[in-house]
């Protein structure tokens, strides 16, 4: 895996040098950046001749503007190119500017572009640590899905007893690793994802349709992959690439995504209906162009299959999770689409907020189970919502394997 380690300005700083160490023992690259502050506290020379690599301490260094000229910038390229974010030591000043999004520096800047998981060390002293400000800054953290590395007690570099200090930079990176672990809890599983939107011709040249990237559904599937599901992607028209051992079926309208849900549904064990399928279609569509005239022109829509029902209908003890992508009334609407469609589980997301949703990487869902156990999750990167729903799946089916088991 490949692992940012970012620096804060904390005594800490000198454990970071044996942490870069211990992620490199257990296979991982590692680039790291070093906050103003923490070069007063170690040297950037320390990690180069560590990682044979640049250290980044800055936004505007020269070479930063030289990665700008060749169209790289450089906060951005390091949050895609790599897969966690571990920050140790988390200062104070860290969490209170993550928690409010504030991006002055580099590490700052990062942490707002990073889709990726995203691990925090905090260390300080005691008193700074039990600050009402420091903790609801975690608290803000925490929900936000960042997993944070508690603080040990004892001696502090301040002379006082108490909790701050960094862990163990070993026990650090053990965590650190543990998350990077690939899950494979859903070997075995068949599972069928519709993702994107649908386009319904309205003539030979143009069509209906919505603003859905099919980015929610591309990380499903590619979690799921990873996770080692066999997985059938079916998918409107979108500008992503496939993910990678997804098998990937292109459909335009809704009655071909119809078409190609119900040639997979027999082998499917779990169906993820996540598309964004048009409610209505042209049954009749001209063979030529529609001509511009002066008169107002008319369209004659009829309503598409409805493939979510018709699924529930025939699920068995298949696992049917829907999508509510409401403006209004998301719980609500969310609820009852569980009940009218037969579905296990709906993932409501409010959609037409600024940042989320629709064509955002963002995104912040409901995850809504029969038993009316509501799981919030994000604001977040569409692949760490993608793991936290994947995590709601494999819970729901060990569940329900175990009532069908008899003891
Ligand atoms: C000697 C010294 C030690 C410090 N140790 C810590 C520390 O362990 N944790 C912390 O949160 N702040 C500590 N600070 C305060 C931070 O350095 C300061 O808040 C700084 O702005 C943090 O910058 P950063 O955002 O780059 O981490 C220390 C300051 C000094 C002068």
Redesign the pocket.
């Known amino acids: 895996m490949r692992v940012v380690v970012g620096i804060?300005?904390?005594?800490?700083a000198y454990k970071s040098a044996e942490l870069v160490r211990a992620l490199q023992q257990r296979g991982h690259e590692v680039q790291v950046v070093l906050?103003?502050?923490?070069q007063?506290?170690i040297q950037p020379l320390t990690f180069a001749a560590l990682t044979n690599r640049k250290v980044i301490t800055g936004l505007f260094s020269e070479a930063s503007q030289q990665d700008a000229l060749s169209s790289a910038v450089e906060h951005i390229a390091v949050a895609q190119e790599n897969d966690l974010l571990v920050v140790a030591?988390a200062?104070?000043?860290?969490l209170a500017?993550f928690a409010y999004g504030f991006a002055d520096?580099f590490?700052s800047t990062l942490y707002l572009a990073f889709t990726g998981k995203v691990v925090l060390a905090?260390?300080?002293?005691t008193a700074?640590w039990e600050h009402s400000a420091t903790q609801s800054n975690l608290e803000v953290l925490t929900r936000r899905g960042n997993s944070i590395i508690e603080p040990d007690e004892g001696w502090l570099?301040c002379g006082t007893i108490g909790a701050?200090r960094l862990p163990d930079p070993e026990y650090i990176a053990e965590r650190v690793s543990s998350l990077t672990r690939q899950k494979k809890d859903l070997e075995g599983e068949f599972i069928l994802i519709t993702a994107g939107p649908t386009q319904e011709p309205i003539d030979p040249v143009r069509f209906i349709s919505n603003r859905s990237s099919g980015k929610m559904g591309y990380a499903l599937a590619e979690s799921a992959a990873k996770r080692g599901a066999h997985v059938v992607l079916i998918s409107g028209p979108v500008n992503i690439p496939a993910p990678k051992n997804v098998e990937l079926i292109a459909i335009h309208t809704a009655n071909e995504m119809r078409n190609a849900v119900l040639e997979n549904l027999a082998q499917s064990t779990i169906i993820i209906k996540n598309a964004a399928v048009a409610d209505y279609y042209v049954a009749d569509v001209p063979r030529q162009k529609l001509k511009k005239t002066a008169a107002r022109l008319s369209l004659q829509l009829d309503p598409t299959p409805d493939i979510l029902a018709e699924v529930g209908q025939r699920k068995g003890d298949r696992l049917l999770i829907g999508f509510a992508a409401e403006t209004q009334n998301l719980l609500e609407e969310a609820r009852r689409k569980m009940n009218s469609k037969q579905c296990d589980m709906v993932v409501a997301n409010l959609v037409g907020q600024d940042g989320v949703g629709f064509e955002s990487d963002w995104n912040e869902v409901d995850i809504i189970t029969r038993s009316g156990q509501t799981v919030h999750a994000g604001p977040a990167g569409k692949k760490e919502i993608a793991e936290r729903i994947l995590d709601q799946i494999a819970t729901l089916r060990l569940s329900l394997r175990a009532v069908d088991t008899p003891a």
């Open positions: 804060g300005g904390g005594i800490a906050t103003r502050a923490a007063e506290f030591p200062t104070a000043d860290l500017k520096d590490l905090p260390a300080m002293n700074m570099a701050g």
